[in-house]
């Protein structure tokens, strides 16, 4: 069974910092690029940031360059991102997952990846 768990989220005030991680079991981790997305109330999903495997060639939007770091360990089939200088933009539910085929594709689209973790809450206070 494929299981992604996003963990490490929280309260923090404007400009901290968070750092994210996803434990992922059940599949080839590192044959998969694997994304991070988010979703605020009200609004629509969006992804954050996206690392594949093989070349570890990396995504980030606009909104999120500079700020987010998206990095795995292949060893510990986890996924992180650390966050930085974090807004009150940034509050939503931060959810983990992985490519669907072409498994080790970045990708800025949702519907290319297949797998979704349960989510983690960050929340971010002005």
């Known amino acids: 069974e494929v299981q992604l768990q996003a963990s490490g989220g929280g309260l923090v005030q404007t400009g901290g910092s968070l750092r994210l991680s996803c434990a992922t079991s059940?599949?080839?981790?590192?044959?998969?690029?694997i994304g991070w997305f988010r979703q605020a109330p009200g609004k629509e999903r969006e992804e954050v940031a996206c690392i594949a495997s093989s070349d570890a060639k990396t995504y980030y939007p606009a909104s999120a360059k500079g700020r987010f770091t998206i990095s795995r360990d292949n060893a510990k089939n986890t996924l992180y991102l650390q966050m930085n200088s974090l807004k009150p933009e940034d509050t939503a539910v931060y959810y983990c997952?992985?490519?669907?085929?072409?498994?080790?594709?970045?990708?800025?689209?949702?519907?290319?990846?297949?797998?979704w973790g349960q989510g983690t809450l960050v929340t971010v206070s002005s």
């Open positions: 059940g599949f080839a981790f590192d044959d998969y690029a």
């Open positions: 997952a992985a490519r669907s085929n072409p498994f080790d594709a970045i990708s800025n689209t949702g519907s290319d990846f297949g797998s």
